[in-house]
């Protein structure tokens, strides 16, 4: 029997095979997860809340909903359940524009990840948390607010959330350690993560718990050491019998120097495939969490931006899909028009980026081709 989001994705398919030249392409207007589907995988975005016809990455925005409805089969909230929007203060929460998010998916059949319980730099922390008074006993009292906070989040979205991105960037990439931050200072660096970890298994049993961070294969002394820092986390974790499932590769990838994709690739992928068999040998699940490009190097020509951007995507894809235990692709949002990356690191030649699958109007761009092409040609099934 077809259920309605099948009945939907269909209508809508029959809509972009039309509006597509190519017979490969017409053959994938299936939708990105259908595609994801046949090696076992999963595909999915970040959506974000919205007011009721709001333009943003949002549900409620109908442009961007036919986008998920026909493309994904999961979706993470892209800063709905972070502290800054669920603690307005240290004793309350606010879930209103989470709930909308988790209401959406329900009633659409998507399933829904957590992202994130704890994102670790102080940047991200609400004031009052970077001003928050400890007390006598700071040890106890940063672990009973952390794990109310986990108890709370866990118990309102029960099963509904199966994933969870438990602990968010806690390594400090120019140093490899865990970062040092109001929290870490009061309970102390492993101690945080374990109180995190612990807490989400307590309460979250059924859900699949994740280690997310941004370390990524382009060849900087930075994401070198922050590699190193993630497998020695990931280490620790094992030793210490810290519940950790999966490591979450967020994969904000980027094109930063002037160079050929086959360039790129080659001095990226043997480092890149050492660290994954390492996590993997470790007994890690893997996810791409975050999925984008960001554009910064590439040319300014717009058909030659899209193609290396595509070009350079599929590589990577590649490389993440001959791993079995890599289930779960997540875009950081379907279209240009919306991403972060807009004003997380400007072009020097101040053009739009363009690093999302659709572009500022809704189109489909070679990227979204790119991924298509990555699942169809993924002879490895997940495990
Ligand atoms: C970003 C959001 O996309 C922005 O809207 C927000 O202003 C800042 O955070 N790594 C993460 C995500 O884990 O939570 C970040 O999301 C992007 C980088």
Redesign the pocket.
């Known amino acids: 029997m077809l259920d309605r989001r099948t009945v939907l994705a269909s209508g809508l398919a029959a809509g972009l095979a039309a509006s597509f030249s190519s017979p490969v392409l017409a053959a994938e207007a299936d939708g990105l997860s259908k595609l994801a589907e046949r090696s076992g995988r999963r595909f999915g975005s970040?959506v974000a809340w919205g007011k009721p016809g709001a333009d943003r990455g949002s549900f409620a925005n109908p442009a961007y909903a036919s986008i998920l409805e026909r493309e994904c089969s999961l979706l993470v909230p892209?800063?709905e359940l972070?502290w800054q929007w669920t603690r307005p203060g240290p004793t309350t929460f606010d879930f209103k524009q989470l709930d909308a998010i988790a209401d959406y998916a329900k009633s659409h059949g998507f399933d829904l990840r957590g992202?994130?319980l704890f994102?670790l730099p102080e940047k991200w922390y609400p004031k009052w948390l970077v001003a928050h008074d400890f007390g006598a006993k700071p040890a106890e009292a940063a672990e009973a607010l952390l794990t109310e906070h986990v108890r709370t989040v866990c118990r309102r979205y029960g099963t509904r959330i199966t994933s969870y991105d438990v602990v968010?960037?806690a390594v400090q990439p120019e140093t490899g350690e865990i970062r040092d931050t109001v929290v870490t200072k009061a309970l102390g660096h492993e101690r945080t993560l374990d109180v995190m970890f612990h807490a989400a298994k307590a309460e979250a049993p059924h859900a699949q718990l994740v280690y997310?961070d941004?370390m990524s294969w382009e060849r900087t002394g930075e994401d070198e050491t922050h590699m190193r820092g993630v497998l020695k986390l990931l280490e620790g974790f094992r030793k210490r019998g810290t519940p950790v499932d999966a490591l979450g590769i967020?994969s904000?990838i980027r094109i930063l120097k002037p160079l050929t994709v086959a360039e790129l690739v080659s001095e990226a992928e043997g480092p890149w495939r050492r660290f994954l068999d390492e996590v993997v040998g470790m007994g890690y699940k893997l996810l791409i969490t975050?999925f984008d490009v960001n554009d910064r190097k590439a040319p300014s020509d717009v058909a030659k931006r899209d193609r290396m951007v595509a070009d350079y995507a599929k590589a990577y894809l590649d490389i993440m899909l001959s791993y079995p235990q890599l289930k779960d692709v997540l875009a950081?949002g379907m279209v240009d028009r919306y991403s972060?990356l807009e004003g997380f690191d400007p072009r020097p030649d101040k053009l739009k980026k363009r690093g999302t699958p659709y572009d500022a109007n809704f189109k489909a761009k070679p990227l979204r081709e790119a991924i298509a092409s990555a699942f169809a040609s993924a002879s490895v099934q997940a495990a």
């Open positions: 970040a892209e800063n972070k992202h994130t994102w968010n960037e997310n941004y967020q904000h975050e950081w972060w």
